[in-house]
């Protein structure tokens, strides 16, 4: 992919572009998470997204240590063209928790607690080790 579209971006006083990653045929949101240039240019050139680790000031391939990478298929811009979605094509799953999207816990009013909304595709414990 060419990585001309970067230039025309805003980039935040940090230097990081929050990025939502969503299943290209789901719509569904996997992971929220940002790139600095370095890690978008990878991300372009590659086909795979990289992001920014902020905890280790680093770029890194999503999904490195377990395998479950996430191919990109389109990039999409905001309207004020400070913000990304990028649709991928997941392996395994996007959460380092073990569930397909970081996103699988809601609030729950009623009980004042986060209910787990999905199942667990592996098991984090043997992935990590």
């Known amino acids: 992919m060419n ?3 970067i230039e025309q971006l805003e980039f935040g006083t940090d230097g990081l572009l929050p990025v939502a990653v ?11 998470c940002f790139l600095n240039r ?17 905890s280790k000031s680093q770029v890194q391939k999503k999904g490195v ?11 999409r811009v905001n ?4 913000s ?8 395994v799953a996007a959460c380092a928790h073990g569930y ?6 809601r609030w729950d009013d ?3 607690t986060w209910v787990t909304l999905d199942e667990r595709v592996f098991d984090p414990d043997n992935v990590y080790k």
């Open 22 to 32: 969503t299943d290209h045929e789901t719509g569904r949101l996997l992971v929220l």
């Open 100 to 105: 397909y999207a970081c996103y699988y816990r």
């Open 38 to 54: 370095e890690a978008l240019e990878t991300t372009a050139r590659e086909g795979y997204v990289h992001v920014y680790r902020r």
């Open 79 to 82: 309207c004020d063209m400070n």
């Open 84 to 91: 990304l979605e990028i649709r991928v094509d997941q392996e």
């Open 110 to 112: 009623d009980t004042q």
């Open 65 to 75: 240590s377990s395998g479950h990478v996430q191919r990109v298929l389109e990039i």
């Open 3 to 5: 990585t001309s579209f």
